[in-house]
């Protein structure tokens, strides 16, 4: 994948976090050039500009003698790498170097091609930065984290190669790459920018779009399994309210609904007019959840093809300008705002997990799906691990946007922590896969004491996906594996065919 400075989408992110491999785009070269003679010439005439002969923060009034100007920015990265707590995954670290490069290539960052082109070599040649994921603000960016990165690229710190933990310099070593030299303003520029929080929330993300897709896929079956009525999806009364998500799950809940019923002499109960909100509402929920990860996304996809560092620098005027480039906000109210929408997507799955559980709700399905209620507890359990589940995630979706804490002397007095937002996203998103995981089980559960049962050719396929991984259960038996497994399969991607379908009709398709 090419590397210009382009926005990238949510499927590039995730397809370089994979192992894709990158490289500077040509066009890139010579914007970087021209952002560089700048630097040059205003470190050579001495007038003070942020970050190129100055300290940083509260220490901007101080000037750097020119035979300092190397050791400021080499002393920069080594007092920032101040992470906390345990590294990114591999795929997050990768993200985070591929946004980094993706940055620079703007030209307008001044640092030479070199330095984007050395984090694309340590992308390619599988050299991983050992970067804490606690310790950023998300203002004046990512500076801890990216100070980890930079401290690897320059041959100190620590990084993964091939499977192990090694010092920096050992791994670039081994890889054949060249470490670093900094020189005026470059460290600056790779510790400024919002690449960590961004990797982070823009992977959750990733996860979080399928979610969305995993929840249609259990409601559907949870609807049928409840004797449900398909009723409410009707176009006309989406048409009636057109939000584009609901219009979209309306749409999608008929496709996987068609051709799919329970056989008249295992209906338990006489049908219904409508039924309960966590059956009946899907499309306005998960709707309305899509429509917030949308929101997420965009400012995401944004943010990937932008310029974060400061000061940025100007090659058509020789304009070094400071700003604010660099503040996280926009990205922690989108992290937020999906936290609270997967929230949401989890506490309407619960909703429709007790349904299915309790005997009082469940339509004259056994009491707790157990085979033999009394002697076992089938469900039971599995309920109260969701239960769990979304209690934490309850908690996390106090949104992170809304705090401040001034740092720096009180001059970086507003900061954003956009950090705290994404791995709290980050969180939601793994404890949505697991209730959604429960929802799949148990429905298909449910759906074991309706046979014979007529799902239909989307339907019955997914739900030969879900008994694939797990049978339906005849006694008590160990689930916690089972939820782990379905879990596993959705981050997997083993039911995006259904979950996330590439002729899913547009909202503008299905409102015609």
Not at 129 to 145: F, H, T, Y
Not at 242 to 250: K, L, N, S
Not at 492 to 508: C, N, Q
Request: proline share 6%.
């Amino acid at each position: 994948m090419l590397l210009g400075g382009q926005p990238l989408k949510l499927c590039d992110i995730a397809a370089i976090a994979s192992g894709e491999r990158v490289r500077l785009a040509p066009d890139a070269i010579g914007r970087m050039e021209a952002s560089r003679r700048v630097v040059r010439k205003a470190a050579e005439e001495r007038l003070p500009v942020y970050g190129i002969n100055t300290g940083f923060g509260k220490l901007c009034g101080v000037k750097i003698p020119c035979e300092d100007i190397e050791r400021l920015q080499l002393n920069l990265v080594r007092s920032h790498a101040c992470g906390i707590g345990r590294p990114l995954s591999a795929g997050e670290t990768r993200a985070m170097v591929a946004l980094r490069a993706n940055t620079l290539a703007l030209g307008y960052s001044g640092v030479r091609p070199a330095v984007a082109e050395a984090l694309c070599e340590m992308l390619n040649r599988g050299v991983h930065p050992v970067i804490p994921e606690k310790g950023s603000v998300g203002a004046s960016g990512d500076l801890a984290p990216l100070a980890h990165l930079a401290l690897c690229a320059i041959g100190e710190g620590e990084a993964v190669y091939r499977g192990e933990r090694v010092p920096g310099g050992v791994a670039l070593v081994r890889a054949g790459i060249e470490p670093l030299k900094l020189e005026a303003k470059e460290g600056l520029a790779l510790l400024n920018g919002t690449q960590a929080l961004t990797a982070v929330g823009a992977l959750a993300l990733w996860r979080a779009h399928r979610l969305a897709g995993i929840a249609d896929l259990g409601g559907a079956l949870s609807l049928k399994a409840l004797l449900g009525t398909p009723v409410a999806f009707d176009p006309r009364i989406h048409a009636a309210r057109p939000h584009a998500g609901q219009a979209v799950v309306a749409a999608r809940l008929r496709d996987l609904l068609e051709e799919s019923d329970v056989a008249p002499d295992r209906r338990t109960a006489p049908a219904r007019v409508q039924d309960a909100y966590s059956l009946r509402c899907m499309p306005q929920v998960h709707g309305a959840v899509r429509g917030a990860l949308e929101f997420a996304r965009a400012t995401v996809e944004i943010e990937s093809g932008s310029a974060t560092d400061n000061p940025l620098v100007f090659p058509e005027s020789g304009d070094v300008l400071s700003g604010g480039n660099f503040h996280g906000a926009p990205l922690a109210l989108g992290f937020d705002t999906a936290a609270i929408a997967l929230t949401t997507l989890a506490s309407i799955t619960e909703r429709r997990i007790d349904r299915l559980v309790n005997p009082d709700l469940n339509q004259g399905l056994p009491a707790f799906l157990a085979a033999h209620p009394g002697v076992g507890s089938g469900f039971m359990i599995a309920h109260v691990a969701a239960v769990s589940l979304l209690a934490e995630s309850k908690v996390l979706a106090h949104p992170a946007s809304v705090d401040n804490l001034p740092t720096s002397g009180g001059q970086e007095d507003h900061v954003s922590m956009g950090m705290t937002a994404a791995l709290k996203l980050r969180q939601i998103v793994e404890n949505g896969e697991a209730i959604a995981a429960i929802e799949l089980l148990t429905a298909s559960q449910a759906l074991h004491f309706r046979a014979p049962f007529e799902a239909g050719r989307e339907l019955g396929r997914v739900l030969e996906a879900v008994r694939a991984i797990a049978p339906p259960s005849r006694d008590d038996r160990p689930l916690s594996r089972d939820i782990e497994a379905v879990a596993a399969a959705v981050r997997e991607g083993r039911f995006d065919e259904w979950a996330m379908p590439e002729t899913l009709p547009s909202p503008a398709e299905v409102m015609q």
